[in-house]
């Protein structure tokens, strides 16, 4: 879990001891393919990317603006984890409510 605060491993950590809730978690995964066949996001995308993620490195975060046929915005933070949320969580928001101006202040989605 790096550098995710230890007191909030078992909020994530808890939900996938229930029977059945690890396979269908992976299974959700599986169900994505690699082959695109959920089609692209159609709607602005911004992808929040924490230079430190284990579970995701640069080349592949910045790569899923290949499948938004959209206005898509990478925003890499320095320091971060895959944890971002917890690690981050006002300037994570900040981002968030960002990016929420400035598609009301476009032409309707």
């Keep these: 879990f790096g ?11 808890q939900p996938l001891l229930e029977p059945g809730a690890l396979t269908a ?12 066949a959920t089609g692209p996001a159609l709607r602005p995308t911004t992808f929040v990317w924490g230079d ?3 579970a995701m490195g640069r080349v592949a975060a910045q790569s899923c603006g290949a ?13 971060a984890s895959h944890w971002i949320p ?7 928001a900040g ?7 400035s598609t009301r202040s476009g032409p309707p989605q």
């Design 67 to 79: 499948w938004v046929n959209a206005d898509y915005e990478f925003v890499p933070l320095a320091g």
């Design 25 to 36: 978690t992976l299974n959700w995964y599986r169900a994505l393919g690699t082959n695109g």
């Design 86 to 92: 917890d690690e981050l969580p006002d300037e994570l």
């Design 3 to 13: 550098s995710l605060p230890s007191e909030r491993i078992d909020d994530y950590v």
């Design 52 to 54: 430190q993620d284990l």
């Design 95 to 101: 981002h968030i409510l960002a990016r929420i101006d």
